[in-house]
C-alpha cells in the first residue's frame, strides 16, 4: 500500500538554523532517503518551496481566484513529503518516526487512494 508522509515543521525554525545545522540536516535527510531506497519503499519525495511561495487558487461560480501564499496561515507549514511503499501502518509509521523533521515538527501519515 502506498502511504503520504508528510512533513510539516516551523519555517522561521529551519530558516534560524545556521550554515552547519542546515548542513546537518540535510546529511540526515539525505541517509534517510538513502535507507528508503534500499529497502526499496522509496517511490517519491521532495522538499517544497517556502510558503511564501505559494498560490492558491479557488474557483467560485466559474471565477478563478488566485491568492499568494498557503491556503491558511498555521504554526507549522507543509514542507516536503515521501510516497512510500509500505506493508502496513505500523510500516509507514516506522518510516516517518525516522524523519529527521519529526524530531522539531510533525509528519502526516495517509494511505494513498490509487486510481488506476
Not at 517511490?43 to 492558491?56: E, M, N, S, Y
Amino acid at each position: 500500500m502506498q502511504y503520504m508522509l508528510l512533513i510539516y515543521g516551523s519555517e522561521e525554525s529551519w530558516a534560524a538554523l545556521t550554515p552547519d545545522q542546515t548542513t546537518s540536516m540535510s546529511e540526515e535527510y539525505d541517509t534517510f532517503t538513502r535507507s528508503l531506497r534500499a529497502e526499496g519503499k522509496m517511490l517519491a519525495g521532495d522538499a517544497l518551496q517556502p510558503t511564501t511561495t505559494a498560490t492558491t487558487v479557488r474557483v467560485r461560480d466559474g471565477e478563478t481566484l488566485l491568492t499568494d501564499g498557503p491556503f491558511a496561515e498555521t504554526k507549522e507549514q507543509l514542507g516536503g513529503y515521501y510516497l512510500i511503499e509500505a506493508e502496513s501502518l505500523d510500516d509507514a509509521v516506522d518510516a516517518a518516526r525516522r524523519i529527521p523533521g519529526a524530531r522539531g515538527g510533525s509528519i502526516e501519515v495517509r494511505p494513498v487512494r490509487v486510481f488506476v
